[in-house]
């Protein structure tokens, strides 16, 4: 008796452990735009229809996840006008090139507690983020790149789909520390908004 009673638990775990690990985690693919300010704004005034994120979360608890995130945000535009470069100013088609890549440990909190529902939250995010920028003028090209440190607050609705699916949609803050590495002032900070749409495994 003892040992059908083993074999019944045994079974009844192993059947129940898939049903939870599902809600554990959830890793997605999220699309990203970007939209510029502060100083991003200054050096291109256009919305950053390149973007892209991946991102992972523990969800083991009812009301609290943490996870990492690797992402980029990408904006770009060619135009007419003077530049001023550290050598002078020139005058003539210009093209400019800004991406951002953070790499970011991150935790929220849900609202309510069921994972099947729909959940909103608040969270953020914390690490390092590289930042290239870039100008050409004709054939003359200058980059600059730099490693900052990035602080991302975000609000968001989680929500699960279909076949153990689960997506997320997230308003995100981009606050990076200054460096004087960039073109422009002595001191830079390219702050941005990114609005993220996804779906993944949970």
């Known amino acids: 008796m003892k040992r059908v009673m083993l074999i019944s638990l045994a079974c009844a775990t192993a059947l129940v452990s898939p049903a939870r690990a599902q809600h554990h985690y ?5 699309y990203s735009v970007g939209i510029p300010i502060g100083d991003t704004h200054e050096f291109l005034p256009v919305g950053g229809w390149s ?9 083991d608890h009812p009301h609290t996840s943490i996870g990492f995130l690797a992402g980029f945000n990408e904006f ?7 530049f001023e470069f550290p050598s002078g100013a ?12 953070p790499l970011l440990f991150t935790g929220a909190w849900y609202f309510n507690e069921n994972r099947d529902d729909p959940r909103w939250y608040v969270g953020g995010g914390a690490g390092p983020q590289y930042t290239e920028q870039e100008i050409q003028l004709g054939l003359n090209r200058q980059t600059q790149s730099n490693w900052n440190v990035v602080i991302v607050p975000e609000v968001g609705l989680a929500f699960s789909a279909w076949y153990g ?5 997230a308003l995100r803050y981009h606050l990076p520390s200054e460096s004087g590495a960039f073109f422009g002032r002595s001191d830079q900070r390219f702050q941005y908004f990114s609005l993220s749409f996804g779906l993944g495994y949970r």
């Open 26 to 30: 959830l890793s997605a693919l999220e």
């Open 51 to 59: 973007g892209g994120v991946w991102e992972s979360r523990y969800m």
């Open 76 to 82: 770009w535009r060619r135009r007419n006008g003077t």
């Open 90 to 101: 020139a005058t003539g088609d210009q093209y400019r090139h800004l991406i951002m890549m």
């Open 165 to 169: 699916t689960g997506g997320i949609l």
